[in-house]
């Protein structure tokens, strides 16, 4: 652990960032669980991030991509609907926005898949499948 990360691409010793994340049935706690396994995740690619204080953001994320800052929405969907999984902005037809957030990004628990979808995409959509 004697090395440091000098963001610079280059790879270098790697260390194993495992998560078990575990929450009730309400969607409070699940999407923490969500957000904490995205933290492991950017942490594992060495992507620089920040949480913002408390949950009062309009986003849940900020990511330090080089070039910028990037706000980002972290979702989740585990109910499968059909062929397919359903992902919501919110309750009581909230929708993205690009006044919100940069990028949503969604994990697919039960396949453990993640989707990186530019707000340019998902802009005006109360609903993601």
Not at 16 to 45: P, S, Y
Request: one cysteine or more; charged letters at 30%; hydrophobic letters at 40%.
């Amino acid at each position: 652990m004697d090395e440091q990360n000098d963001n610079s691409g280059e790879e270098q010793e790697k260390e194993v960032i495992d998560l078990q994340a575990v929450a009730d049935d309400n969607t409070k706690r699940m999407g923490e669980a969500i957000e904490a396994a995205f933290l492991a995740k950017v942490c594992r690619l060495r992507i620089p991030v920040c949480k913002p204080w408390g949950d009062s953001e309009r986003y849940d994320f900020v990511v330090d991509w080089g070039k910028g800052f990037w706000s980002v929405q972290v979702k989740g969907g585990s109910c499968l609907a059909g062929s397919s999984y359903r992902v919501r902005a919110g309750c009581s037809g909230k929708v993205f926005t690009k006044e919100d957030m940069d990028f949503v990004v969604v994990h697919i628990v039960p396949e453990d898949v993640w989707y990186v979808v530019p707000i340019e995409i998902a802009e005006g959509l109360s609903t993601l499948w």
